[in-house]
């Protein structure tokens, strides 16, 4: 069963350029997780392999449009994901970040863990515009 996730969006106070270049490189993942959570990542430039709660899935980027977009793929997932990160020029040297996922989810799948997605991705949003606000 498909199922599509849209975060909220947020102005970051980074360039469009400036913020692609953090999401085109999947080592930059493991730095963006909070030490207090549970899970377990490693990356190279292409591919994020991260296991939480005894699930593990991986992810390897499958297009970058310079600037605009990133899209991400499982690989051996115990099911088919992607996720694109959306860079959308907000003027004034800031972007408006949004990420959007498609899962094909059943319904067991879906009741555990369409709201955890949909959590993580707004939490991801509110992360960058925070953190662009400190630096």
């Known amino acids: ?56 899935f991986r992810a390897q980027i499958v297009e970058r449009v310079p600037y605009t977009k990133i899209v991400a793929e499982d690989r051996d997932a115990p099911f088919h994901f992607s996720i694109t990160f959306h860079f959308d020029d907000a003027g004034a040297g800031k972007t408006d970040f949004w ?4 899962a094909e989810l059943n319904g067991i799948l879906k009741m555990m863990l369409g709201n955890k997605i949909q959590e993580a991705l707004d939490k991801m949003v509110d992360g960058m515009v925070d953190a662009s606000a400190r630096f």
């Open 1 to 56: 069963m498909a199922a599509q996730y849209t975060s909220k969006h947020g102005i970051v106070g980074r360039s469009q350029a400036e913020l692609f270049m953090a999401f085109t490189d999947m080592r930059n993942f493991t730095r963006m997780v909070p030490q207090d959570q549970q899970v377990s990542l490693e990356a190279d430039f292409d591919t994020l392999t991260a296991t939480a709660q005894g699930m593990s």
């Open 99 to 102: 990420v959007e996922v498609d």
